[in-house]
């Protein structure tokens, strides 16, 4: 194994990522696991940025991160060099996690000043650049996950989140607001359940929702069984989608969960998604719910139920 002794400062300037980027590809899908020194700064072997190289090469020629930051570097190799030529594939158009990245990092810096203006500046910038979707997709979910960590780790306070999940909301009603389902459109009620007290999730699967033709009904956060089981039977809803981000451990949200399944018409799809999905996943499964990890697989999910629902 090279020796690691890289910093990241270094390995940006090697690769061309920025230091934000090559931290989300490691924190969030394992890209490369850096060696830390006592101080706990990352430190890089050649490895890893032979690694993060030929990821970023990969993402340039449209695949997807998600996907490949785990293959072995044999794969990768072949993902961006053809046999034939020995040069990279051509570039598609598309719009790369990395153009998101200084939307992301203006959002998260206006949010510990607390300034509304270069908050909302910045999304509406994202969504010139990036189009709705992907203003979605890119910068409100990863921003949504951020502020949940920082929560969390108590790197902001409880009024920063407030104050972020707030303008969040406002511009996601706004980004919705062009997509109207038709009074044919099936019908989506959002949630978090009882206990769980963080709505970002929630509001981010409304939006999703709402961008493929789903009529919203969104109820906020903590909410007991009885209450959603209740308003999805007025609203006559096709699915449920609830979000869990926090607490992982809430020793009371399986039986909620199990609760909330037996309340529900039997034809009414259950969705949970969030970033706790795992910690409950054997509740989530055992009530035959579906279970999404990213905000694109629930996109997937419904318009699978939209389809079923057109063929009934």
């Known amino acids: 194994m090279s020796e690691a002794h890289f910093p990241i400062q270094l390995v940006a300037r090697l690769t ?21 020194t006592p101080s706990n700064r990352r430190l ?26 785990r293959l072995p570097l044999a794969k990768l190799r072949s993902l961006t060099t053809p046999a034939h030529e020995g040069k990279l594939t051509p570039v598609r158009p598309l719009v790369l996690e990395t153009a998101a990245e200084p939307f992301l990092e203006t959002c998260l810096r206006a949010m ?13 910038r994202a969504t010139a650049v990036l189009g709705s979707q992907g203003a979605l997709l890119r910068v409100v979910a990863p921003l949504a996950h951020t502020v949940g960590e920082w929560w969390r780790d108590g790197k902001i306070s409880a009024a920063h989140e407030h104050f972020a999940t707030g303008l969040v909301r406002d511009f996601l009603s706004s980004l919705t607001r062009p997509y109207g389902g038709t009074g044919e459109s099936p019908r989506l009620v959002v949630a978090t359940p009882a206990g ?34 209740a308003a999805v039977r ?53 009530i035959g719910a579906i279970g999404v990890r990213e905000l694109s697989e629930l996109g997937r999910e419904l318009d699978k139920l939209r389809q079923l629902a057109g063929k009934a």
């Open 112 to 124: 510990q000043a607390l300034d509304t203006r270069a908050f909302e500046e910045s999304l509406k």
């Open 196 to 229: 769980q007290l963080h709505e970002l999730g929630a509001l981010l699967a409304g939006a999703m929702a709402a961008s493929l033709g789903w009529r919203v009904t969104s109820l906020g956060a903590s909410l007991p069984a009885a209450e959603i089981a």
């Open 16 to 36: 061309g990522l920025s230091a934000h980027v090559i931290r989300i590809w490691e924190q969030r899908y394992r890209a490369v696991e850096p060696s830390r």
């Open 44 to 69: 890089y072997s050649q490895g890893d940025v032979d690694r993060l190289n030929l990821l970023r090469e990969a993402t340039l020629a449209g695949h997807s991160i998600g996907q490949i930051a």
């Open 234 to 286: 007025q609203k006559e809803a096709r699915a449920v989608a609830l979000s869990v981000v926090y607490p992982e451990d809430d020793a009371s949200l399986p039986a909620e969960l199990r609760r909330l399944r037996e309340l529900l018409p039997a034809e009414t799809a259950l969705i949970v998604g969030g970033r706790a999905l795992s910690a409950y996943r054997e509740a989530i499964e055992s």
